[in-house]
């Protein structure tokens, strides 16, 4: 079913729709793994087992849908009726919305562009959708989600894929506009004793901790304080040449 949502979020646009979800496991890192590992393109709230939307919307069986129009009147509430078809009933809505003279939507459409492969032999029009366990999901213009390993992409779309990740995961505040990351060029991140070392590219430093990608594209964090001097300057004249 997420292949079906997703595909309404692309469809409506920048039209007056807007798919919300609430997630009820027991606990809130197994919705935001549920949220990565599905690639959800809607903004999805954790309420818990018996939370209070469940409570305040009277939800007694999972999954639920409801639909809501333009005043905040639920319409529609499943289970529905047999030859219920659920693509008319929100076309519906949405058009009765823009009838009444509301306009706009909340979820952006992924940006369309070519992605090439590290050979620079193979291409692919697509939107970046999601980042996991050192796989880029990329959704393709028919609508089909691949898994791409970070390393078979090329410089280019590792850069792209990398500012985008850099906004999902709330670092945009770093990227104003685009770093020119050198993915290509990896380097080795020292600690203070130099018995331990990661190769990767560094990418911000976010309060006190070191952010550094690894060449499969992996998060790794490591304490400022816990880098060898040589690292550091390596870091600030990184940071230099963005300024």
């Given at each position: 079913m997420y292949g079906h949502e997703r595909s309404l979020v692309n469809e409506y646009s920048g039209r007056p729709f807007v798919l919300l979800g609430v997630n009820n496991d027991d606990e809130i890192q197994t919705a935001k793994k549920a949220v990565r590992d599905n690639n959800l393109n809607?903004?999805?709230?954790?309420?818990?087992?018996?939370g209070p939307i469940v409570g305040a919307f009277r939800v007694n069986a999972f999954p639920t849908i409801l639909l809501v129009d333009h005043r905040g009147i639920i319409r529609h509430r499943s289970p529905f009726a047999e030859g219920f078809d659920l693509d008319k009933v929100i076309?519906?809505?949405?058009?009765?919305?823009?009838?009444?003279?509301?306009?706009?939507?909340?979820?952006?459409?992924?940006?369309?562009?070519?992605?090439?492969?590290?050979?620079?032999?193979?291409?692919?029009?697509?939107?970046?959708?999601g980042f996991q366990d050192g796989q880029v999901a990329l959704e393709t213009e028919s609508g089909k989600t691949l898994q791409i390993p970070w390393d078979r992409l090329g410089l280019d779309a590792q850069r792209y894929v990398a500012n985008q990740r850099l906004k999902a995961d709330g670092l945009g505040r770093i990227a104003?506009?685009?770093?020119?990351?050198?993915?290509?060029?990896?380097?080795?991140?020292?600690?203070?004793?130099?018995?331990?070392?990661?190769?990767?590219?560094?990418?911000?430093?976010?309060?006190?901790?070191?952010?550094?990608?690894?060449?499969?594209?992996?998060?790794?964090?490591?304490?400022?304080?816990?880098?060898?001097?040589?690292t550091k300057d390596m870091i600030g004249e990184e940071i230099k040449k963005r300024d």
């Open positions: 809607w903004r999805s709230w954790f309420d818990g087992k018996g076309a519906g809505l949405v058009q009765e919305a823009e009838n009444a003279g509301v306009t706009g939507g909340a979820e952006p459409k992924p940006q369309v562009r070519e992605f090439v492969d590290s050979t620079g032999e193979h291409r692919m029009m697509g939107s970046y959708i104003k506009k685009e770093i020119a990351f050198s993915f290509d060029t990896p380097q080795q991140f020292l600690d203070s004793s130099g018995a331990h070392s990661i190769q990767g590219t560094f990418i911000a430093l976010d309060g006190r901790s070191v952010v550094i990608w690894q060449t499969d594209g992996t998060e790794t964090r490591v304490a400022w304080n816990k880098l060898s001097r040589e």
